[in-house]
């Protein structure tokens, strides 16, 4: 849910205590929630990807592939690890990396993962990176302007910068 921090305030017992003002309504969850233990969190709001921008992408793979006579999912895969801020890098013990592969790739085609030597003995660093369906508007963007330009590169038609610009703000 999306809100605001409007307050915060510290109790005798050196408690803080923050006021959140919600653009939803809480009040059934509230009831059922108060009084008991939470975990919170709380980041700054991002917006997520359109899904005009995701449907855009898919026709962009989707061409590439066809000129390049390649499947769409080497296409999206080769576009993701390509661009800046979608992964993560671990270091796993080596005898877990087909397991670990195996389960971060199930969460769809775009989750995949690259490994490379550790300096530490037993250990694989891994490389994991997210699928789009987690990106939000910047990384979409940036996934989009990779797309783009492989597609000029090859010829294929693309929207104008203005189209772009309104289909990834």
Not at 54 to 79: G, M, P
């Amino acid at each position: 849910m999306r809100g605001r921090l409007v307050d915060m305030s510290v109790g005798m017992n050196r408690k803080q205590r923050i006021v959140v003002e919600l653009d939803g309504d809480f009040r059934g969850q509230y009831d059922e929630l108060n009084g008991q233990e939470l975990d919170v969190t709380v980041k700054r709001h991002r917006e997520r990807r359109s899904l005009d921008a995701n449907a855009y992408a898919w026709v962009l793979i989707d061409k590439i592939a066809s000129v390049l006579s390649q499947d769409k999912e080497t296409i999206y895969r080769t576009a993701i690890r390509s661009i800046g801020g979608v992964s993560e890098t671990v270091c796993v013990p080596t005898p877990a990396v087909e397991r670990l592969r195996s389960g971060w790739e199930h969460n769809g085609i775009g989750w995949c993962m690259d490994t490379y030597p550790s300096k530490i003995d037993g250990c694989t660093n891994a490389v994991l990176y997210y699928g789009s369906s987690t990106y939000d508007t910047q990384q979409m963007s940036r996934l989009i302007d990779h797309l783009v330009e492989d597609a000029k590169d090859l010829g294929i038609e693309t929207m104008t910068p203005n189209e772009l610009a309104r289909l990834t703000a």
